[in-house]
Structure formats: structure tokens, C-alpha cells
């Protein structure tokens, strides 16, 4: 069974910014069933952590399925009294219920799980999500902000959508020295500078080397001898894969390597979405060995974010191709609609994305495929 319409794999992040689960939704005109039944079978769902959630739309559930599988209900819906929920409840599966503003939310222990739209629910009196948040797991979505995003964690929510991460952080930090000497080594590997260069940059900051090494002997890679040296990394690894690690390193926090940076994530995922998906898309982008260009794309796509600058100040200091310039500045070409499209799906703005994507002739089944490809590589780095 494959998918005949668009679906999307949203992270959930739990209080330590890190993934704890997933909510699946839509583009309109999808048909669930279809979607779910292979999702459910994808040889890759079985990677992901089995004690993460996954928040699907309610559709009937096989007992083979796994216990983490949870149906969604939308509040307000007549079908949600059918028969469907009921013996969802009789087989003793968790359930969880999208609030609706229009709607009062459930008593205390009503539902297993309840997600609520971050809007909706600042708009709740004092304590009710804590006092809801005793038998209930509550999902803040649709967070447009970080400032959203500390008043779900300070009001119960366990897990919240990451629409947030892609804006700025109001705070307005200002873009540190560590981080413009990684800009200056990413442009000295782009313009393939020798290893003495590069080791250069190392032996003036150890943060980096620090932050490299971690990320280079992560369970993404698992290499059989632990990796010590900035030379060993280059032997090992060659100078492709080393710049791929390099142009996820700017996102790990150098002041704090043991405190998992989200955007470090959202790049991965990205990035490889990119990867994945640009080589299907006709024509071809013009990119410059186009399955590692089109990584880059995806994994400075989020540069502006984190640097607090604007892309076009970063792009000047890096010396990329033309029309990777384009497509990150100006979403040109076929690469830059994609990335739009990616976006989009970050985003969460389901219609915009589905179109796009359909607009580049992408097939659901490939989308969803590379969706698990990038979200289980992602997991393994962030972990």
C-alpha cells in the first residue's frame, strides 16, 4: 500500500530540546489509511526510539501495531463518538484529542493525551493545564515564537512542535567569535584549502575541535576506533564527509557541548532532506556535485537563525556557487523551491507545502521515504 498524498513527520521536543516523539499530519486530499499502512511497514520505523509517541490521525489500528501508535481525534467532530474510538478504547490503545477553540477542553483523565494549539491555550484560566497535565499528556502546537515556546514548558506542556526554531530569538544575541571562525573554515574548505589551513583554525580553538570530535564519534558515524585528532577525522572521514560534519558543527553550542542545540537537528533533517530529494527533481538542479550541494543548502538554510544576521551578510562571506547563492537567498531554481517547500512543511503550513511539492513532481511514497531516512539519521546525531 502506498501513499496517494502528502504526509508530513513533525518532531515533537520535550524539555530538553531534544526529540520525543511525532505527530503526522496531511496535506488536503490525502487519504490516512493509505499513508499509515506504510508508514507502519517502512523497514525504517523500526530504527526510531520505541519510546517515543507517534500522534497519528484516528484511523483503525491492528493489534500488530506498536503500543506507541497513537490515534488522534479531532475535538468537536461528530465522528468522533463512532465506533472507531470506542473500540479503540475497548483494546485499551492511548488516545489523544485535538482541542478546538470552539470547544471546552475535557475533564481531568478524559483523554490520554490532549493537544492544544498554543493560542488556545494561553487563553486558559490559571492552573488549568496543570491541573489537567495530572493524567494527561499535553502537546503545545503551532508555537509561533520562543517566547511560546517558554510558556509551554513553564505550563505543563511535556512536548511541543518546533514552528518556533525557525525565528530569530528575541533576546537578539549577537553572532559569536567561535562561530565566525567556523563561517572562515567552512569558506576555506569551499575553496579546498590545504589541511595546514584547516588544522590552523583548530589549534586556535579548542571549543571547535571539541565540538567536532563529538560530533564525528556520534552514533551517526560509530566509527570502530574512537576518532582523537582533527587529522585523524580528515584520514578517516576524507575531506567530503569531514566538510559535511563541519557544516553541521556551526549549530552545536560551543559553550555547552552536553547541551543538544534543536537547530543542530532541524539542520540535519533539512539538510538531508535536500539530499535525498533534490536528485529526483526535473530538471535537475544546476548545483555543483549536486547531492552534496543540495545538503548544504538545506543545512545553512538556518544559518540566518542561528547567526541572528541576515542570509544575503552570510553569504557574502561565504564562496559558493551561484545558484546555491540563489536558491538560499532568493529561492531560485528548482533547489530553492524545494527548500521553500521544505520550509513550508516546518512550518506546518500543510497546503502551501503539499502544492509545492506536487508543483515539483515529487512522488508522496519519495517524500515520506526520505522523511524517515533524514529524521533517523538526524535522531542518531542528536542523541
Request: with cysteine; hydrophobic share 40%.
Amino acid at each position: 500500500m502506498t501513499p496517494k498524498g502528502y504526509a508530513f513527520i513533525h518532531p515533537l521536543l520535550g524539555h530538553n530540546d531534544i526529540c520525543a516523539g511525532y505527530l503526522l499530519e496531511y496535506a488536503p486530499d490525502t487519504a490516512p489509511a493509505e499513508t499509515e499502512g506504510y508508514l507502519f511497514e517502512h523497514p525504517q520505523f523500526g530504527e526510531f526510539d520505541h519510546r517515543h509517541p507517534w500522534f497519528v490521525p484516528a484511523t483503525p489500528l491492528e493489534p500488530a501495531h506498536p503500543e506507541r501508535i497513537i490515534a488522534t481525534f479531532q475535538s468537536g467532530k461528530a465522528e468522533n463518538t463512532c465506533e472507531l474510538e470506542a473500540g479503540l478504547r475497548q483494546a485499551k490503545r492511548k488516545l489523544a484529542l485535538v482541542t478546538s477553540p470552539i470547544n471546552k477542553l475535557p475533564a481531568t483523565g478524559t483523554w490520554d493525551n490532549l493537544l492544544i494549539t498554543i493560542s488556545q491555550a494561553r487563553t486558559q484560566p490559571p492552573f488549568t493545564l496543570h491541573g489537567l497535565s495530572t493524567r494527561t499528556l499535553i502537546i503545545a502546537t503551532s508555537l509561533q515564537n520562543h517566547n511560546d515556546r517558554e510558556w509551554a514548558l513553564a505550563n505543563a506542556c511535556t512536548l511541543s512542535t518546533g514552528e518556533y526554531l525557525m525565528t530569530r530569538s528575541a533576546s537578539g544575541k549577537k553572532s559569536d567569535t567561535t562561530r565566525q571562525k567556523m563561517l572562515k573554515l567552512l569558506a576555506l574548505i569551499a575553496q579546498d584549502a590545504d589541511t595546514g589551513e584547516l588544522d590552523e583554525i583548530f589549534r586556535q580553538e579548542t571549543k571547535l575541535s571539541y565540538s567536532l570530535l563529538r560530533l564525528v564519534n556520534s552514533a551517526a558515524i560509530a566509527p570502530r576506533t574512537p576518532i582523537t585528532s582533527f587529522t585523524q577525522a580528515i584520514n578517516l572521514l576524507g575531506r567530503r564527509q569531514l566538510e559535511r560534519w563541519l557544516q553541521l558543527l556551526i549549530y552545536a553550542d560551543p559553550e555547552n557541548g552536553n547541551q543538544p542545540n534543536p537547530l543542530l537537528y532541524k539542520a540535519a533533517v533539512r539538510g538531508r532532506l535536500m539530499e535525498l530529494l533534490a536528485p529526483r527533481l526535473q530538471p535537475q538542479p544546476e548545483l555543483p556535485n549536486l547531492a552534496d550541494s543540495a545538503f548544504m543548502i538545506g543545512c545553512f538554510s538556518l544559518l540566518d537563525v542561528l547567526l541572528n544576521i541576515s542570509m544575503p551578510e552570510i553569504l557574502q562571506q561565504l564562496p559558493l556557487a551561484t545558484s546555491m547563492n540563489d536558491a538560499l537567498a532568493h529561492h531560485a531554481g528548482p533547489a530553492g523551491k524545494l527548500l521553500l517547500a521544505l520550509e513550508a512543511m516546518d512550518r506546518r503550513n500543510l497546503a502551501v507545502a503539499g502544492q509545492l511539492l506536487g508543483e515539483l513532481a515529487l512522488d508522496p511514497a519519495h517524500i515520506l521515504d526520505a522523511q524517515m531516512q533524514a529524521l533517523s539519521w538526524a535522531g542518531r546525531i542528536h542523541a
